[in-house]
């Protein structure tokens, strides 16, 4: 059975940092793609940042340079370092990987940024 389990998110004050955590059971995790995905109020639910197998790593305009992606395979565990926040990353984050063509969801944690 494949389970992603996500760590709690927070409250944060603008231009502060955040790390969230995945912890992923059930598939072989090193051969495998894995994503940070959020959705705001009202939103679409986005890609945030990937990681490959490989360890290459793609992030969304938005967040190049202030988040970071990276991955533990003896662990099993990914990660999403978040600085330099600010309000309009205020979401929803969920840890996302596909196995078999289906596609297998954290249960989503909530990051607000705010003063």
């Known amino acids: 059975q494949v389970k992603l389990v996500g760590s709690s998110g927070g409250l944060v004050q603008p231009g502060g940092s955040l790390r969230l955590s995945c912890a992923v059971s059930?598939?072989?995790?090193?051969?495998?793609?894995v994503d940070w995905y959020r959705q705001a109020p009202g939103e679409q639910r986005v890609l945030v940042a990937r990681?490959?197998?490989?360890?290459?790593?793609d992030y969304a305009d938005s967040v190049k340079g202030r988040f970071t992606i990276s991955r533990d395979n003896v662990r099993t565990r990914m990660y999403l370092q978040m600085d330099q926040l600010k309000p309009e990353d205020t979401a929803v984050y969920y840890c996302?990987?596909?196995?078999?063509?289906?596609?297998?969801w954290g249960q989503g944690t909530q990051v607000t940024v705010s003063s």
């Open positions: 996302h990987g596909k196995h078999g063509g289906t596609d297998f």
């Open positions: 059930g598939i072989n995790f090193r051969i495998y793609a």
């Open positions: 990681i490959t197998s490989s360890g290459s790593t």
